[in-house]
C-alpha cells in the first residue's frame, strides 16, 4: 500500500509562488500515474496536472499551463508542483493521487490560500 503525504501548501499573496511536495512511502511511484487534483470551496474537484512515473510524460490543465509545473524524484519517490503566478482562482486544498490500474491512493491533501 502506498502512503502519500502533502506538504508546502500555505498562504501567499497573488503573484506569488508555492512547491507542492508529494512524498510516497511504500511502494516506488515508478509504475504510476501520479496527479495534482484541487478542490476549492463549492466547486467541482479539477484535476490540475499529473506525470507517468514511468516516462515523466506529463499533463497540464489549461487553467494552469504556464504557471504551475511538475516534476518527479525518483531519489526520494518525491512528486513536487511548482505553482507560480498564483490567483485568487488557485485556492483550494490540493491533493495528491497515485493510480495504478484499478489501485488510486490518495493524500491527505494541502490548503493552497491566495489573497489578494
Known amino acids: 500500500e502506498v502512503q502519500l503525504v502533502e506538504s508546502g501548501g500555505g498562504l501567499v499573496q497573488t503573484g506569488g509562488s508555492l512547491r507542492l511536495s508529494c512524498a510516497a512511502s511504500g511502494d516506488t511511484l515508478d509504475a504510476y500515474a501520479i496527479g495534482w487534483v484541487r478542490q476549492a470551496p463549492g466547486k467541482e474537484r479539477e484535476g490540475v496536472s499529473c506525470i507517468s512515473g514511468g516516462d515523466d510524460s506529463t499533463y497540464i490543465a489549461n487553467s494552469v499551463k504556464g504557471r504551475f509545473a511538475i516534476s518527479f524524484d525518483r531519489a526520494t519517490n518525491t512528486v513536487y508542483l511548482q505553482l507560480n503566478s498564483l490567483k485568487s482562482d488557485d485556492t483550494a486544498v490540493y491533493y495528491c493521487?497515485?493510480?495504478?490500474?484499478?489501485?488510486?491512493?490518495w493524500g491527505q491533501g494541502t490548503q493552497v490560500t491566495v489573497s489578494s
Open positions: 493521487n497515485a493510480k495504478r490500474g484499478s489501485t488510486d491512493y
